[in-house]
């Protein structure tokens, strides 16, 4: 017979963690992977490697300046490699370095639940804004 009891979950880090001197550097790392960007294009890059206007194709909305700013972004913190193949014209592609897999691996389940819950949230957002639109309307204008 096996033991049935499911595996413990692991604890997220105490409140303490952060505030300590390397609650600073934390941040840093989490506003490097809570940009509007960066996310996307790991996890873009996360069926291998593509050229930039194939990454670029692929995230609807980036703009050429805001994709080199992310690629370079990513690249100086080891999170993907740029490589320069030796042909005419000139090929560049960008790869997700092993640490950029780990992230790709950890932010998983977070692109899971947004894509499960784009209708919920669609759905409380419109809400919002009639319960919003009906609270303006019956308040009366101040004059």
Do not use: N
């Not at 692929?58 to 320069?84: N, W």
């Amino acid at each position: 017979m096996t033991d049935q009891t499911p595996a413990p979950h692991k604890q997220p880090p105490a409140r303490t963690a952060f505030c300590d001197s390397t609650s600073s550097r934390a941040r840093e790392v989490l506003d490097l992977v809570a940009d509007k960007w960066s996310l996307l294009v790991v996890a873009v890059l996360g069926d291998g490697p593509l050229r930039f206007t194939e990454v670029k194709r692929c995230i609807g909305g980036i703009s050429q300046r805001m994709l080199t700013v992310t690629l370079r972004g990513l690249e100086r913190d080891g999170l993907l490699t740029r490589t320069v193949h030796a042909v005419m014209p000139p090929k560049v592609t960008y790869e997700l370095t092993p640490m950029g897999h780990t992230l790709l691996e950890a932010t998983h389940p977070l692109i899971d639940w947004s894509l499960k819950h784009l209708a919920d949230i669609d759905a409380s957002r419109e809400a919002f804004d009639r319960r919003a639109e009906d609270q303006a309307q019956e308040t009366p204008a101040s004059g």
